[in-house]
């Protein structure tokens, strides 16, 4: 089945470094590629997201690009912020399955030390 | 707006009783409403997705009895764990997905309930 597979944490930065958190998956039919954030105590929202191929999602200074060939979606950031501390969830929607269910990986959790 | 929220955040029951939780769309009608289970360190997995007005569907290897999902209006839907035993501790979460987004409909997640059952 489909399936998402993404870095596993928790993983600590300093403000302002380069923020990069893999992601690949496995699917069957044609997926569209998110990534949500969960901060403490609150529900996941929707960062950004690819529908096809060579797209690039971005929203708050973070970008992803949909790769095919690597089957990768991984989200990067050039200088992350305290406030960019939160639990990361990389995810894929299979049109086959009429685009509703979502398949999660297993969550990052990032750290930003002022 | 896109506002979902859920009731308990946390709750603790005894084993044997059962627990309702529920989720509600506040400012968007949600045609469709889906609820995930959570493990710690682990990813969310779909239990069922539920449409006003209709039976759940239940993903592979879920309860229909045990979990027992009513989406009686566009705005509310209840997950109720019946005859609750130590394995059903989990963090539930709801979402909630509004008609007419095309064939990508963006899901809107509530904050979660942690369920402790002793």
């Known amino acids: 089945g489909d399936s998402v597979t993404q870095m596993e944490g928790p993983v600590t930065l300093s403000e302002e470094a380069f923020l990069t958190i893999n992601c690949t998956y496995t699917?069957?039919?044609?997926?569209?590629l998110f990534w949500y954030v969960q901060y403490p105590g609150e529900g996941l929202q929707l960062l950004l997201k690819?529908?096809?191929?060579?797209d690039k999602g971005s929203n708050k200074g973070f970008e992803a690009t949909y790769r095919k060939e690597t089957t990768s979606f991984h989200l990067e950031k050039g200088s992350v912020q305290v406030s960019d501390s939160a639990v990361y969830f990389c995810a894929l929607s299979d049109r086959l399955w009429g685009a509703q269910k979502l398949v999660f990986g297993q969550g990052t959790r990032l750290t930003i030390n002022p | 707006g896109a506002v979902v929220s859920q009731h308990p955040s946390r709750v603790i029951c005894k084993s044997g009783t059962s627990v309702k939780i529920e989720c509600r769309s506040l400012?968007?009608?949600?045609?469709?409403m889906f609820w995930y289970r959570q493990f710690p360190k682990q990813s969310l997995m779909l239990m069922a997705t539920?449409?006003?007005?209709?039976?759940?569907?239940?993903e592979q290897g879920v309860e229909k009895d045990k979990f027992l999902i009513n989406h009686a209006s566009l705005t509310l839907s209840t997950l109720t764990v019946t005859s609750a035993h130590p394995e059903d501790s989990s963090f539930y979460i709801c979402?909630?997905?509004?008609?007419?987004?095309?064939?990508?409909?963006?899901?809107?997640f509530g904050p979660g309930t942690r369920l402790t059952v002793l």
């Open positions: 979402s909630a997905s509004p008609p007419g987004q095309g064939s990508i409909n963006e899901q809107f």
């Open positions: 539920s449409n006003e007005g209709s039976k759940a569907t239940y």
């Open positions: 400012d968007f009608q949600a045609t469709t």
């Open positions: 699917a069957t039919g044609y997926p569209s």
């Open positions: 690819a529908t096809k191929a060579d």
